[in-house]
C-alpha cells in the first residue's frame, strides 16, 4: 500500500502562528510517498530507488512515537519513506511522516478517515516533550487538508490540485499548487484563489537545515514571544494584508508585502546565511518578492516574479 501527499511551504504567519494566528500557505508536490508491505513480500515497482529509506524515522519523531505506540498493529509490515526528489527542503518532511503512518494505520484498521481537529490533537500529543515548545502544527493540517481534497474529488478533478514542480537553474518553479488559509483554533483550512497565471512562484534551497523544534526551543527558553509581542502582532498584520492582497489578485503587493517580512524578520532575528542572497534576489528584475519560508535561517525561501528572473 502506498500513501502520499504534498509538501508544503510558508507565505505569510510564521511565527505568529505558534499564537494561534492565521497563516497563508501553499502545498505542490512531486509528494512525499510512504510505502508499507508484509514482510517477505515481493518489492513493489520503484521501491528499490535510492530515494526510499526503510524505516526511516527518529525514535523520538512524532512519526517514531507513533509507530512505537503502535507496534501490535504493525509488527508484521515493513515501512519506507520516500522523499521528494529535490532535495530536502524543509517543506514538511517531519509532518509528512507523520500523517501518511497515521493515515496508514487508519487504513489498517478499517477506520474512517480522521477529520483535521482528530489529525491535530494526535500530531500533538505524538509531539509534546515536557518544557519544550509545541508545533504550530499548521504544516501537517495543511497537508492533511489537501490529501482529504484529493480523496473526496473525483477523478477527473484531482488533477486540479496538480501539485508539480519545474527546475529552474538553483531553484524549483511552482508550476500549479493549493493556496490555503490554514489556523489551529477551530482547525480549519480554507482553500484561496491562485494569482493570475502569469506570477509563479520559486523555491530556492538555502543550503543549510535547520531543526525547527530546536529553534522554536531556544526562542521559548529565551521568553522570544513574551519580548516580542510587537513582532509577532506585526507579522500578524502582514498576514491580513498580505490575504487582502492575495484575494484583489494584486500580486505586486504580494510580493511588496513578502519583502516588508522578511525586513521584520531579520530586523527582528537577525542577519543569516541566506539575508545577502535573499536582499540581492530582491532587486532583480521581474522579482516581485522574495522571503524566509519558515523556521528563521531555515531550508528554503520563496521568491514570487512575473516572469523568469
Not at 511565527?15 to 510517498?33: K, S, W
Not at 527518529?58 to 509488527?75: E, F, M, T, W, Y
Not at 526551543?217 to 519580548?227: D, E, H, I, P, Q
Not at 505586486?252 to 522578511?262: H, R, S, T
Request: overall charge neutral; glycine content about 8%.
Amino acid at each position: 500500500m502506498k500513501y502520499s501527499c504534498p509538501g508544503k511551504a510558508f507565505i505569510f504567519g510564521e511565527y505568529a502562528c505558534l499564537q494561534g494566528f492565521p497563516a497563508l500557505m501553499m502545498t505542490f508536490g512531486p509528494h512525499f510517498e510512504l510505502l508499507i508491505k508484509p514482510f517477505n513480500t515481493k518489492s513493489l515497482r520503484g521501491e528499490q530507488h535510492s530515494t526510499w529509506r526503510s524505516f526511516p524515522f527518529h525514535p523520538n519523531s512524532p512519526a517514531g512515537r507513533l509507530v512505537a505506540d503502535n507496534q501490535d498493529i504493525l509488527k508484521n509490515f515493513q515501512i519506507s519513506f520516500k522523499q521528494p526528489p529535490f532535495g530536502t527542503y524543509g517543506i514538511g518532511s517531519s509532518s509528512a511522516e507523520f500523517l501518511l503512518c497515521l493515515e496508514a494505520l487508519y487504513h489498517l484498521q478499517k477506520k474512517e478517515e480522521p477529520d483535521l481537529k482528530t489529525i491535530l490533537e494526535l500530531y500533538w500529543k505524538y509531539s509534546y516533550e515536557e518544557g519544550k515548545t509545541l508545533p504550530s502544527g499548521y504544516d501537517v493540517l495543511a497537508q492533511a487538508f489537501s490529501v482529504i481534497q484529493r480523496l473526496s474529488s473525483p477523478p477527473k478533478s484531482q488533477h486540479s490540485l496538480g501539485l508539480g514542480i519545474e527546475s529552474v537553474g538553483s531553484g524549483i518553479r511552482v508550476k500549479e499548487s493549493t493556496f490555503l488559509l490554514v489556523e489551529n483554533k477551530t482547525p480549519s483550512v480554507i482553500t484561496l484563489p491562485s494569482l493570475p497565471d502569469n506570477f509563479k512562484f520559486m523555491l530556492h534551497y538555502s543550503g543549510s537545515k535547520l531543526k525547527t523544534h530546536e529553534h522554536l526551543n531556544a526562542l521559548s527558553t529565551s521568553n522570544f514571544f513574551t519580548k516580542n509581542a510587537l513582532f509577532i502582532e506585526s507579522m500578524n498584520a502582514m498576514t491580513t494584508q498580505g490575504l487582502q492582497a492575495w484575494e484583489k489578485k494584486d500580486a505586486p503587493e504580494v510580493g511588496k508585502i513578502m519583502n516588508e517580512a522578511q525586513n521584520l524578520l531579520s530586523s527582528t532575528l537577525g542577519e543569516n546565511q541566506t539575508s545577502q542572497i535573499i536582499s540581492e534576489m530582491q532587486k532583480k528584475q521581474g522579482v516581485l518578492g522574495v522571503k524566509q519560508s519558515g523556521a528563521y535561517g531555515g531550508d528554503c525561501y520563496l521568491v514570487l516574479s512575473h516572469k523568469p528572473a
